[in-house]
């Protein structure tokens, strides 16, 4: 798929490129215990936490994996008037990452608590407000794209159908001429027409033209283009690798996993990747190989992994 030479070629360049990551930023944090025994009230495990991490999650992921590379990254997104909001702001400061964050009153910081134990995540806690933005708000994100546009190479919406991500938005996004980068939720499919390209998983690109899970993956491919007058897509099949959609071709790239542990934040790390290996010069093709190992170091990680440009290269075969 890709040579190491041309690999180290491609990465060598990420840190000249600068990408405004928007979408639905999340707190995930992290309980990490022990269980020992069933708990008496109800046939549930006892978890003995030893201690609690936070990181960055959602959209604030794919900007933590484009600093990771060594390329510039804004964080465009929302967040509450609240302690969450700080421990982001912190975070993504932390890492290298410009923080253009729109504090909104009305709603909560998002966070996903997941609970741990024995290397298996229990439970799943989430604290989020699913609706859309107000009129307000959406103004403010303009405003703030408008400032930093001209310093932005490629924009990556990060959509996790928690409301930021609106047609209004997108609209003015697609006005700015930049190549566009989308991963999807299926309940804003008709938002990403004449975009650059889509990265769902199957189940995504499945719910988004409501086919049934015989239909020939081909089909389900040519159908989104052929709706969002794409000219590339790129579905990811999890173990079985990925689907590359050109044009009239389509490209089956296997999958790089040794092992898998947890898939959180796979996806984000996939078109980071993919979107920092297009800008750098290379080809659909090889920016996908690239993106598919650098998935399947991530899998083999434990919560939401990175993976640096050193780790990328030494992965290459």
């Known amino acids: 798929m890709i040579t190491k030479e041309r690999a180290v070629d491609l990465i060598s360049k990420f840190p000249d490129i600068t990408v405004g990551v928007i979408g639905d930023i999340i707190l995930d944090k992290y309980l990490w215990g022990d269980v020992e025994r069933i708990s008496p009230e109800a046939p549930v495990p006892v978890v003995d936490v030893k201690k609690e991490t936070v990181s960055l999650g959602g959209a604030s992921n794919v900007a933590n994996n484009i600093a990771s590379l060594d390329a510039k990254a804004y964080m465009i997104g929302v967040v509450g ?25 009305s709603r909560p910081t998002i966070e996903k608590t997941r609970i741990i134990a024995v290397s298996q995540q229990l439970l799943r806690i989430d604290r989020e407000d699913r609706s859309k933005l107000n009129n307000e708000i959406e103004d403010k994100i303009i405003i703030e794209i408008k400032n930093i546009k001209d310093k932005i190479n490629v924009f990556i919406v990060s959509d996790y159908g928690k409301g930021v991500i609106t047609r209004r938005i997108m609209d003015f996004i ?45 089909f389900v491919g040519r159908r989104i283009m052929s709706d969002l007058e794409l000219n590339q897509l790129l579905i990811t099949l999890g173990g079985e690798g990925m689907a590359l ?73």
Not at 81 to 105: Q, R, T
Not at 198 to 207: D, H, I, Q, S, V
Not at 273 to 295: C, I, K, Y
């Open 174 to 218: 697609k006005s700015l001429n930049k190549p566009i980068f989308v991963d999807p939720k299926p309940s804003n499919y008709q938002l990403y027409k004449n975009t650059t390209i889509l990265t769902p998983n199957k189940k995504e690109a499945y719910e988004s033209i409501k086919a049934d899970k015989n239909t020939d993956l081909e």
């Open 245 to 317: 959609f050109e044009g009239d071709k389509i490209l089956r790239i296997p999958t790089k996993a040794k092992k898998v542990f947890d898939v959180t934040g796979a996806g984000d790390t996939v078109i980071s990747v993919l979107a920092l290996a297009r800008l750098a010069g290379g080809t659909w093709e090889e920016s996908a190989s690239l993106a598919n190992t650098a998935a399947g170091y991530v899998v083999g990680e434990i919560g939401t992994a990175t993976v640096s440009r050193n780790i990328l290269i030494d992965l290459i075969g």
């Open 81 to 105: 008037d609240d302690e969450n909001a700080k421990i982001i702001e912190n975070l993504l400061k932390s890492k290298n990452i410009n923080p253009v964050l729109i504090k909104d009153k």
